[in-house]
């Protein structure tokens, strides 16, 4: 039975039903859940009550006023009534005195159709004006970049104030003024400083706060389709508008997903690049002019040509492969199946991979439970979030928000190690930074020093590998706290990932967290890397990570190695900007002078893109159907929006296979799902479209302690911070609308 | 009091019409004229009383309603929209353009905002409009017939709560509250500072006057107030943030002195650095604090966090400059030589009172006084600031003379030094202890015992150390002009009970023999320094004074109050303006006459929400170390216990004929 469930329950009367509700539930709440609704404006369950709007008044037996039933707890032997001529009365007056203020524009509001005040004035039958007031003039349109404010719409619900504060931890806005006057606007009076996450536009219940697509569409001619988030590995839901096959904008729904409706500026604003005009439309072939179009029958011919004769002349090591982080499951499967049951080649990879194996497709063997990523649900029952080598808000951003979560519900603290000051918000109890080059170094010390004073129970031989650790006030600190708060997250960022001695690093956050009975997260680049690695883009692991589940399957070695040595002749490479992303790209470079054939399937012209014999332009996940894996482990499903420009990339190498003459028999997504659900245990429940993947059955047993020896490194140490709120790889290079934020803050 | 016209709090008297000598007394109001003379009537949360002829009803409830509009805080309808409806509607009647349609829908607008806003501006403001309309409606009509113009009288108001008006430094407790509802800690502790700098020492032992004007005690339990205060400096001083900035620093040349680091002294410094001038601060001890260092024990202020409160002090630009003995080391003609135009004396009251017992004067070892003896345990236990003291007496059996809460202080002190027998000795009962129910209860919890119905009459000395009390059977008889049933002696109880160790704990006297120097000063017989009871100013025009050495020994919170009012005054002061306070303050100590608080009110709230227990360290802490007691709150508890506040904020109006702007 969880805590909450154990707290005391109430019993009081609801409209004369007896009900009984846990101590602490407000009659809000004990209402709906019996079957009583109360009409609301400002009420949103995400957030703490607000108590703006009064439309959610009760009656109380003995009580001579109304009381809100949002910020009202249940308590023994109240007697409620949720509906009586009087409250109803009030209610209509309440709604007449907000349509005072609210012009009646609904003609021409952008969020007409989907407007809260419009359904309540609709449901309360609230019919004409009753008052009026004085000196109401309109106001200007306030323009802070991605949103705008429209103060003449504005009910003053506080819901944005609330949900930056609560959710998003920035605090952005507050109140200006007193009474009839007062006004949303920024803390600083000055323009918007923010995350640009748009919770603020998602929550608002009219058109106050919008994303300004002003004449673009209306709700109801607008198609949503629920799908996920193509940029990070959080896995956010969210709802693509789309008004005659054109993409109108993002939005989301507080109730899907594992984001409450949450989104960062990169999945609310970055969808502008699902229909660039960069987007490349048709295949590409080398000429001597250069790149030229064709027809899509004439590149996969020629493309299944020469494979089949680097096929005839060199077998299957004349191939490598380059995987995507940000297609689906199913793309990536059917590339992977292509390469070693039609080339006869295991020498593929992804990125991820080739940057850090030990934490992709080696995890399990590297870290061993410890990778068994913390889930988002036991966010909510975790009292410390340590954050190593990540700004969590900046990485991942909506992470943020599950900590904040924790952080505003239940009180949970957050600390946070990184090379420089991290920006989280808002600001943890113990923040210290360590040198970037003796990342280790610090991490051995937090190791030493929490054996030696946090009093838990370590294995002597352990203890004494890993020394005392020097005194530090900084790291004692959080030594400390950790022991005081005690059920930790330790959430590792790209920092921790992509230094040179990540092994050693992620070992010992791993050490630490055994130690102090903490869970690990991950923190995830790109939509689908956990999927990448999952469903078998590796050379050493096969579909679902284990190669007895596909014993005629093979295994490859490493795709840089192959080009390097000159065995491989011909290198495709799938969705991804290996040249933008991977570490050491120039050698990456270097090597492709080496093969002789590059095949690239791509959206846009990327860096990678340029080196190609043959481009064939691929569709992003926002026009096709399939799955991403998210840093939880949680496979979801994504959704067709818009029609496909180019070929969702399953299809690409289903036709080449065909070509190459193996029927794959896929005719649509759901056959391949079939085939995965059958082939790999592990995604066996591909089809559901929402399942947690169950990575229990790949441990041995569980992990020791143990201390690996950190990797030589020469030189300079620098971190690089090549991502930003705004920026991700390439899809946010051909969003317009983030560009003005990418170069740091809005100008 | 005799008045024209009163509805306050229900109870009509209506003297209109009657000549003067007949007029009916309005048995509940006490209404003081704080502007010399011109009042002609008040208006609030309770209704509206006219005082004469002068005064207008309908122009008084125009003007208030307009002081609820711009006192809303916007943050509900009823109010934001609501009263700016209302504020029309009155305007135009008053201006002659009124409708007689106006005042029934006037009534059901004040009817909608009172039942359903979010605070006491609209829950409360409206009764004094509807009460208007009920009993004025002669008066409105003939505004909408033309046939009355309005006198033009000055309306200053005061927004404030029950709460607000019982805290002696104004803090504007509903405002910190609900900053904390929303999460937004630094902003709460912004606004707290706004009235004083000692959130902390505040928030960990004010005695809290507030919950005892709350009216959620009507409801269930008072709001815990000081300690959602304690819990806005915690997560400052706990969290990764920096204090605020003075933008103001050193800005101005005059340089004032405040003597003595106590809180008030300290408050006093803070909010005069924040007006820009140079302040520097000369304390007789080693470190800051006063009284809250010395008189207040380890386990309710942990002195490490009290240092870190003074250094925000000083990070506004005031100067400390401890070891510095006034009247001896420094004088008032050294300071004004060295350029100083204005003194705060906030020496405070470090003496103990004495107990009236024979034996007292001989100077036996044994018998201490309890500042003193307090004192004592902080020089002797806390070895940062290092401070000078006397050996620390170890005794085996205690009595301590008293039952405030320096007498708590002193036997739960006591108790954590490891002595087995400590007693209080007090003339009457339990029921009768002045001290905080909350200190008696934790000092019984910790072992603590309690001797009642005895009156010490001697010390028993033995070459001259004290070895017994001697006492005197007491029994309570009627009560006095306190309330409290007066102790009379039992003849022929006398009768002598071991102990070694007597401390004396029955109160505090000041020390202000630096006074010699500036004669013209006003001294009560108590050895208090007598000031302007509003501005803080002495007879001698650029010294002021507060705290403990202007009340007596009184509370923190008063002598916090004190520095504002006395910050303020300096400030007039040092920049050749008329030392004075505002109207708007006016018509706050009129309201703190006329109470804003009635603890017999029956308030529309839902109750049965209880207040949060605050988590207090285990009983062997308790015994054995000086480990801080009180624990603090959880985010969730703190956040909590502030959405139980019903925000009763009310805006009480004054209306002033002639005078007053």
Request: with cysteine; hydrophobic share 35%.
């Amino acid at each position: 039975m969880s805590v909450d469930a154990k707290k005391k329950m109430v019993t009081l009367t609801i409209n004369d039903k007896p009900v009984e509700v846990q101590k602490g539930t407000t009659i809000l709440e004990a209402s709906r859940a019996n079957g009583f609704d109360i009409p609301t404006l400002c009420y949103l369950k995400k957030l703490k009550p607000i108590g703006s709007c009064r439309l959610c008044s009760v009656e109380l037996e003995g009580v001579a006023s109304p009381v809100m039933s949002c910020e009202t707890p249940a308590a023994q032997g109240m007697n409620v009534t949720t509906d009586s001529e009087s409250l109803k009365k009030y209610r209509q007056d309440m709604m007449r005195m907000i349509l005072v203020e609210h012009p009646r524009d609904c003609p021409v509001c952008e969020r007409s159709g989907e407007c809260s005040l419009q359904d309540r004035t609709f449901e309360l039958n609230v019919l004409g004006h009753k008052w009026t007031t004085q000196g109401h003039t309109r106001k200007p349109i306030v323009d802070w970049g991605l949103i705008k404010y429209d103060q003449n719409l504005c009910i003053m619900c506080e819901r944005c104030i609330k949900v930056c504060r609560e959710v998003q931890g920035v605090a952005a806005y507050k109140i200006d003024g007193t009474g009839y006057k007062s006004k949303i606007n920024t803390v600083t009076g000055e323009k918007l400083d923010c995350d640009f996450c748009g919770q603020c536009i998602s929550v608002c219940p009219v058109g106050a706060l919008s994303s300004g697509i002003g004449f673009a569409g209306r709700a109801w001619e607008m198609k949503r389709t629920a799908t996920i988030c193509p940029h990070c590995g959080v896995g956010c839901t969210l709802d693509i508008n789309v008004k005659k096959d054109k993409v109108i904008r993002v939005t989301s729904n507080h109730k899907a997903g594992i984001n409450d409706g949450n989104l960062c500026a990169r999945g609310r604003f970055g969808y502008q690049f699902i229909q660039s005009d960069e987007r490349v439309t048709a295949p590409l072939i080398k000429s001597d002019a250069g790149m030229e179009n064709a027809k899509w029958n004439d590149a996969l011919e020629a493309v299944a040509q020469k494979l089949k004769s680097y096929k005839d002349k060199f077998g299957g090591k004349a191939f490598v492969g380059i995987g995507s982080e940000r297609s689906t499951n199913e793309d990536n499967y059917v590339f992977q199946k292509f390469f070693r049951e039609v080339l006869g080649s295991g020498n593929l990879d992804n990125v991820a991979n080739m940057n850090n194996g030990d934490i992709c497709s080696k995890a399990f063997e590297t870290f061993g439970d410890v990778s068994l990523t913390a889930s988002y649900e036991s966010f909510d029952s975790a009292d410390l979030f340590v954050l190593i080598g990540a700004d969590g808000s900046v990485e991942n951003p909506v992470v943020g928000n599950l900590i904040r979560r924790a952080t505003i519900n239940h009180g949970a603290d957050t600390a946070i190690a990184y090379s420089r000051k991290a920006v989280f918000l808002p600001e943890p109890k113990v923040a210290l930074t360590y040198d970037y080059k003796d990342m280790n170094s610090f991490m051995l010390n937090l190791l030493g020093r929490t054996i030696e004073n946090g009093g838990y129970d370590v294995d002597s031989a352990f203890t004494k590998s890993v020394g005392k650790g020097s005194a530090d006030l900084a790291i004692d600190e959080l030594v400390a706290f950790t022991k005081k708060r005690g059920n930790p997250i330790y959430i590792v960022g790209q920092e921790a990932q992509k230094h040179p001695q990540a092994n050693a690093i992620i070992r010992n956050i791993a050490n630490l967290a055994k130690i102090c009975g903490g869970k690990v997260l991950m923190l995830k680049e790109y939509c689908n890397t956990q999927g990448v690695n999952d469903i078998g883009v590796s050379p050493n692991v096969l579909p679902g990570r284990k190669p007895e589940y596909r014993p005629e399957l093979i295994c490859g070695s490493s795709v840089i190695d192959q080009m390097k040595s000159g065995t491989a002749k011909v290198l495709i490479v799938f969705d991804e900007d290996v040249l933008g992303r991977l570490s050491g790209s120039e050698s990456f470079r270097d090597a492709c002078g080496n093969v002789e054939y590059i095949v690239v399937v791509d959206q846009f012209k990327s860096e990678t893109a340029k080196l190609a014999d043959v481009f064939l332009a691929s569709s992003t996940s926002a026009e096709k159907d399939g799955t991403f894996t998210d840093m939880e482990g949680r496979c979801q499903a994504v959704f067709r929006a818009v029609s496909p420009i180019g070929k969702p990339a399953w299809q690409i190498f289903t036709e080449l296979a065909s070509k190459l003459g193996k029927d794959f028999g896929f005719k649509s997504v759901a056959d391949i799902q079939a085939e995965i659900a059958k082939d790999v245990p592990l995604y066996s429940g591909i089809a559901s479209g929402d399942f947690l993947v169950d990575y229990g059955p790949l441990l041995k047993s569980s992990s020791e302690l143990k201390l690996v020896e950190p990797a030589k490194v020469e030189g300079e140490l620098n971190p690089s911070y090549d991502q930003s709120l705004f920026s991700l790889g390439l899809y946010t290079d051909y969003c317009p609308a983030l560009k003005p934020y990418q170069g740091g803050k809005a100008q | 009091m005799k008045v024209l016209f009163s509805s306050w709090k229900g109870k009509l008297v209506d003297n209109r019409g009657k000549p003067e000598p007949d007029w009916e007394e309005s048995p509940n109001i006490k209404l003081p004229d704080t502007f010399g003379g011109s009042l002609s009537g008040f208006i609030g949360w309770d209704g509206i009383i006219l005082l004469d002829e002068k005064a207008d009803a309908v122009e008084m409830t125009a003007n208030y309603t307009a002081s609820l509009q711009s006192s809303s805080c916007g943050r509900c309808f009823p109010c934001r929209v609501g009263t700016k409806v209302a504020e029309d509607i009155i305007k135009r009647i008053l201006s002659g353009n009124g409708k007689s349609s106006d005042l029934e829908e006037l009534s059901d607008l004040c009817d909608s905002i009172s039942k359903n806003s979010k605070c006491g501006i609209g829950q409360l403001g409206t009764v004094a409009i509807t009460d208007s309309l009920k009993y004025f409606r002669s008066d409105y009509e003939d505004y909408i017939s033309g046939k009355r113009k309005a006198p033009n009288l000055s309306y200053p108001y005061k927004m404030t709560a029950p709460c607000i008006s019982a805290c002696p430094t104004g803090m504007d407790i509903p405002q910190y509250i609900e900053y904390i509802k929303d999460a937004d800690f630094a902003g709460s502790l912004a606004n707290i500072r706004e009235a004083s700098p000692m959130a902390n020492t505040l928030g960990r032992a004010c005695f809290h006057p507030c919950e005892n004007s709350c009216r959620r005690a009507n409801v269930d339990e008072p709001i815990a107030i000081c300690k959602l205060k304690r819990y806005a400096w915690d997560w400052e001083d706990q969290h990764a943030v920096e204090s605020p900035k003075n933008l103001n620093m050193h800005t101005r040349k005059e340089k004032i002195a405040v003597v003595g680091a106590g809180p008030s002294g300290l408050s006093a410094a803070y909010y005069l650095a924040l007006q820009g001038f140079h302040v520097t601060v000369y304390e007789k001890l080693m470190g800051p604090g006063g009284a809250a260092w010395t008189g207040i024990p380890q386990y309710r202020i942990p002195k490490e966090i009290l240092l870190r409160e003074a250094e925000q002090v000083k990070d506004v630009g005031v100067d400390i400059k401890y070891g510095v003995e006034f009247g001896k080391d420094e004088t008032f003609k050294s300071l004004r030589d060295a350029g100083y135009g204005a003194f705060y004396l906030a020496t405070g009251g470090d003496l103990s009172k004495k107990a009236r017992v024979e034996g007292e004067f001989e100077g036996y070892e044994g018998f201490v006084g309890g500042i003193g003896v307090l004192k004592d345990v902080v020089l002797k236990t806390m070895p940062n600031p290092p401070m000078k003291g006397n050996e620390l007496p170890k005794p085996k059996r205690i009595f301590v003379i008293g039952g405030g809460n320096t007498a708590m202080d002193c036997v739960r002190t006591f108790r954590r030094l490891g002595c087995e027998d400590v007693s209080i000795v007090y003339r009457r009962t339990m029921k009768e202890l002045p001290a905080d129910p909350h200190e008696i209860h934790e000092a019984e919890e910790e072992g603590v015992l309690f001797k009642f119905l005895l009156a010490p009459t001697k010390i028993v000395a033995k070459n001259n150390k004290v070895v017994g009390l001697e006492c005197q059977k007491m029994e309570l008889g009627e009560p006095d002009e306190s309330g409290r049933r007066r102790p009379q002696a039992v003849k022929g109880s006398e009768h002598i009970l071991d102990c070694d160790l007597i401390i004396s704990a029955i109160g505090q006297d000041c020390d202000i023999r630096y006074l010699a120097e500036e004669p013209t000063i006003k001294k009560s017989d108590w050895d208090t320094i007598i000031t302007d009871e509003d501005t803080m100013q002495t007879e001698v025009a650029d010294i002021f004074a507060g705290g403990d050495v202007q009340t007596g020994p009184l509370t923190l919170v008063t002598a916090v109050g004190q520095a504002r009012r006395a910050a303020q005054s300096i400030g007039q002061f040092l920049r050749g303006e008329k030392v004075e306070i505002t109207d708007e303050q006016k018509v706050e100590n009129m309201i703190a006459k006329l109470g804003a608080y009635d603890k017999n009110e029956v308030v529309p709230e839902a109750g049965g929400w209880d207040r949060k227990a605050m988590p207090i360290c285990g009983i062997e802490e308790k015994n054995n170390s000086f480990t801080e007691v009180e624990l603090g709150y959880s985010q969730e508890d703190a956040m909590e216990e502030a959405s139980r506040c019903m925000r009763c904020y009310i805006v009480g109006m004054a209306a002033v004929n002639g005078g007053g702007k």
